[in-house]
């Protein structure tokens, strides 16, 4: 890394009375508003890398706390390995560009680093939609989990998935490195679910293995909770746990049994335990009692097709009734009836092979009929929901047993969503948050080897 020595002008830098200085733009917001401040923001680019965006604002209501503890969280800049990072990147210079007048601007700097970054040559690694596939295994369920605590989304994190063949789970990185976890070296384990609060510190990690439960005793901000001798387990109240969601805030965990007619209802106890960490919870669970489907969610017909956790705290459910599926929301065992959440009938127009929400969406699958997706609000149905279907274009299958999500951030705050797709021909796909289906890529540095 070479130095490099500019002068600003007056207006973009101020040097204090104890001899620290800032460099930034003064900013001023809405006419009227006398909101104003310094801003100092933090680019870290380079042609071929994912980039890195550091801010940091005097006024406290814009502070993100990003520059809270310099040189103990290490910047690191990755080969962009997805079409998905490219175009991530892509859209937040544009989203730059667009507000730069707002905010302290890089300028031509900026503008001439992210060209090169944007004009790189691209070679394809693998077909469209593609995250992992293994010849020796059939994958049919998926997860992703934090292992712990990041500045940046995709950091740290798990993408977990089961094979049917083995009976084992297996872990990468979201940039599709295999990651080794002690834990689940034996086989046996299948995925079960998770709970993740909105602040994506505590989580917790659903497992079976034989007929029990089993989850973390204690959490905190290091990857331990995933030591072998950090699981406990508790027996399932029928047996054959097939999935389970939590209801947040309501220490209930629920789950779908045996020949999905009853819901199992557990204890789910999270406290907070001293720390020198940030944070640390531990976990107990034990059983309640069974409750009948049609109990919870009126007019259903068990089987559950689907069940999954929204990030409001409710729990989603997808079932078949007399008139045709159905979706329903419960947000508290308190009424003991789960209403019905508004999903067109058309939509709905066939078996549910998997569910998954994020904040703006709910995506579920339909049985050869791809993925689709509605706004997770039922009274915003937005003109966009549609989902791309690249079953053709990109041969990707119509048939999915398993989804799950994970964010990319790049140079702007808010995250892309990215969602992972277990079809049933037991490959991993990944998809961008519209359906565009991801691709493994290689970028050189600089387009026709110029720098």
């Known amino acids: 890394m070479s130095g490099e020595t500019r002068n600003l002008p007056t207006e973009q830098a101020r040097t204090a009375q104890d001899g620290r200085f800032r460099i930034g733009r ?237 819901f199992g209802l557990y204890q789910h106890e999270k406290r907070p335990k001293p720390s020198a960490k940030s944070y640390a919870i531990s976990n107990s669970v034990r059983p309640l009692r069974t409750v009948p489907v049609d109990e919870v969610l009126p007019g259903a017909k068990p089987p559950v097709e689907c069940m999954t956790e929204a990030t409001d705290g409710s729990v989603l459910f997808f079932a078949n009734t007399a008139s045709g599926r159905t979706a329903y929301r419960l947000q508290a065992f308190t009424s003991w009836k789960a209403a019905p959440f508004a999903i067109p009938s058309a939509m709905l127009s066939g078996e549910v092979t998997a569910c998954v929400a994020t904040h703006d969406w709910v995506y579920f699958a339909i049985r050869g009929e791809g993925i689709r997706r509605v706004s997770a609000d039922p009274l915003v149905m937005h003109l966009q929901a549609v989902w791309h279907n690249a079953t053709t274009e990109a041969r990707v299958p119509g048939t999915f047993t398993g989804l799950a999500i994970s964010e990319f951030r790049s140079l702007w705050r808010t995250p892309h969503v990215l969602i992972y797709a277990v079809a049933d021909d037991g490959i991993v796909y990944r998809f961008l948050e519209d359906g565009t289906p991801d691709q493994h890529v290689e970028v050189e540095p600089f387009a026709n080897g110029t720098q």
């Open 26 to 262: 003064y900013m001023s917001f809405a006419p009227n508003c006398f909101a104003n401040g310094w801003g100092d923001e933090l680019y870290v680019m380079a042609p071929g890398y994912s980039a890195e965006h550091l801010s940091h604002s005097t006024l406290p209501a814009l502070d993100t706390h990003e520059f809270a503890s310099p040189g103990l969280d290490l910047i690191e800049l990755h080969r962009i390995c997805y079409l998905g990072e490219l175009e991530a990147f892509r859209r937040d210079v544009a989203t730059h560009e667009a507000i730069r007048r707002y905010m302290t601007s890089p300028g031509s700097q900026f503008r001439d680093t992210s060209n090169k970054i944007l004009s790189g040559s691209v070679r394809v690694l693998d077909t469209p939609g593609v995250f992992v596939r293994d010849p020796e295994s059939t994958f049919d369920q998926i997860t992703t989990t934090r292992v712990e605590p990041s500045r940046l989304p995709q950091l740290h994190k798990l993408v977990l998935a089961h094979d049917r063949r083995t009976g084992r789970v297996k872990a990468w990185t979201t940039r599709g490195e295999p990651v080794p976890v002690p834990l689940l070296a034996e086989p046996g384990w299948s995925i079960a679910g998770k709970q993740s609060f909105l602040d994506d510190r505590s989580y917790s990690l659903f497992l079976v293995r034989g007929e029990a439960i089993y989850y973390p005793a204690r959490q905190d901000a290091t990857p331990h909770w995933l030591d072998p001798d950090n699981w406990l387990r508790v027996p399932g109240q029928i047996g054959s746990v097939r999935a389970a969601a939590a209801l947040l805030n309501q220490d209930v965990l629920i789950t779908v049994e045996g020949d999905g007619t009853k």
